[in-house]
DNA sequence: ATATCGGCAATACTGCATATTCCATTGATA
DNA sequence: TATCAATGGAATATGCAGTATTGCCGATAT
């Protein structure tokens, strides 16, 4: 049945996305094309451009004449990632925290609260949340960002960030108060508007998590 | 007609890949369908899929439901994508001049005879070497920084080189001697193993590299 | 071990249906 | 008359199904 605006096409691409990054198609899965027909109900055509547009993000892999398969893990990729992480958005962060104008503040600010309270309700063992938590992350990491001026930085950021939480999500431990404490300490250096404190903390915030994630990993 | 393996897909999505950088599909230009299954001997679902992926990549804006164009240009953008390898190349390249080995080393000098061998023939006046001399520049800037250990830094960078190369091709103008002195700077404080000095030089080539094709485009 | 065969699945095309956008003509209003 | 809005048809994108061809891989035979 054909739908209406270009529905079909983007929904499946979002709801596999999602399924590689919340760990519901593990990795090094293969994705036969008959059964994602089934799973998602797209073409062939569709699914194929929908993959292909995965592979060129690097959440699946393209095997020449073999199909597409979920992107495989590893504790180097993960290594990779994390390292990366800190190059882009410790550079973002600098920017931002340069530029920033008062709507920025608002939104920081707005997403820390948000993330606090579900963090709190998380460290009190409310395990529903997991999914509500990482958007939460995501959207205070964003907010940071968002005035480094770059829509670029942006888009590069927020791919490597997709594949570096399907990691997180794939050993799905809470780091406890600790994560909550830095998550403040970034907050409250970009408000006071020192860029060095501000990337620095960072910097360790990614560092402890790489660390977490790698001693759970594998 | 059916081809074998995975050609045509590949072919096309080099194909086009290919103009847009080289400018023979303008900026903003819009990409029928139709018309592209003239111009490169393919079916709508190929080229979709196609498409998808270099939209992915930025080379082409998907727009629901009013097709394919070409990514538009600005100074803008330019600046940006000159920021962003700053970033990237050079942390790339720190990582790489620690790391490199004999082979790494034995690379670079090489890509280097090659280049500067086009460089001068360029510069003494051969206009028809103009895509070969970019892809000897494209391989020297690889092989300087291919040693840095990381498959997403460096597949990150070659995204964003080609979609600087874009900018480049548009302008199209030599800057003579002085980029020649710069590449011999770097390769120099690279094989010295000097990282910061390294680091210093690629910057300041591409600033420089920046100004030139600011000052021309538009 | 090597060679051959057959089934499964990927690749690629065509044709078709439907939805949406584009555009030029028409009609209405200031 | 000039300008703006409505409208209807052409062009185009999106999506699906069906089909042919090819390559991969395991099973069987030599």
Redesign the pocket.
């Known amino acids: ?10 929904a499946t691409y979002q709801q596999i996305k999602r399924d590689i990054i919340f760990g519901e198609l593990a990795p090094a899965t ?5 059964w994602l ?1 089934e799973r998602y ?6 699914l ?2 929908t993959l292909s547009r995965l592979a060129s993000e690097g959440f699946v892999d ?7 398969f979920v992107t495989p893990t590893s504790r180097d990729d993960l290594i990779e990632l994390a390292n990366l992480r800190i190059l882009i958005e410790c550079h973002a962060l600098r920017l931002s925290v340069e530029k920033g104008d008062t709507d920025w503040e608002g939104n920081v600010v707005s997403a820390y609260h948000k993330l606090n309270l579900t963090e709190k309700k998380v460290d009190a063992g409310d395990t529903s949340l997991k999914e509500d938590w990482k958007r939460y992350d995501w959207n205070f990491h964003l907010a940071l960002i968002e005035a480094c001026g770059s829509q670029n930085l942006l888009s590069l950021h927020s791919v490597l960030y997709d594949k570096y939480l399907r990691y997180q999500m794939l050993v799905l431990t809470y780091r406890g108060e600790q994560a909550i404490d830095e998550h403040r300490d970034i907050l409250d250096a970009a408000l006071s508007r020192d860029v060095d404190l501000a990337a620095e903390y960072l910097r360790t915030h990614i560092e402890l998590g790489l660390e977490h994630t790698l001693g759970v990993f594998d």
Not at 30 to 34: A, N, P
């Open positions: 049945m054909t739908q209406s605006v270009n529905v079909v096409g983007s293969r994705l036969k094309l008959d027909r109900g797209a073409s062939v055509s569709t194929r451009e393209a095997q020449d004449q073999r199909g597409f």
